[in-house]
């Protein structure tokens, strides 16, 4: 290359960001938030897995009975560390899915680790089924 075109390109690269140094510090700067985010996943993962607590429980909907207009009862499987008590919130709903019933049952703690449970809910209508809403440790 002639010294003039040579000239030419080293001001364009000058001018447009493409010097030696600045390639060092894009280099550097990606390596640098590259180093951040997996810093940073790696805590989240920490956080989020070894230093939760330990939701050792599930449940299971067994069935429901329809006994009248007012009353379904529902039968649940309950699987959890034993010592651990609950609590469970249970549902009626009717045919068009609209909440009839709701009860918060209370599960005491026990020795035994899946038990078979059921538990009454009163309705203000015919409800078309019953089930478990959700559950949590007390």
Excluded: K
């Excluded at 985010?37 to 790696?42: H, Y």
């Excluded at 919130?89 to 045919?95: D, G, I």
């Excluded at 809910?121 to 959700?134: H, N, P, W």
């Amino acid at each position: 290359m002639s010294s003039t075109v040579q000239d030419t390109a080293a001001e364009l690269d000058r001018r447009y960001g493409r010097t030696r140094g600045n390639a060092r510090r894009t280099r550097g700067a990606v390596i640098g938030t590259a180093i951040a985010f997996v810093v940073a996943l790696v805590a989240w993962l920490v956080w989020g897995g070894l230093l939760s607590a330990n939701s050792d429980f599930e449940v299971v909907d067994t069935g429901h009975t329809i006994i009248d207009d007012s009353l379904v009862q529902v039968r649940y499987q309950l699987t959890v560390t034993p010592g651990s008590t609950m609590s469970c919130a249970l549902q009626a709903q009717n045919s068009t899915f609209a909440i009839v019933g709701w009860n918060v049952v209370d599960v005491p703690a026990s020795d035994r680790r899946v038990r078979t449970l059921g538990a009454e809910i009163r309705t203000t209508e015919l409800a078309v089924t019953g089930l478990i809403y959700r559950c949590w440790l007390t």
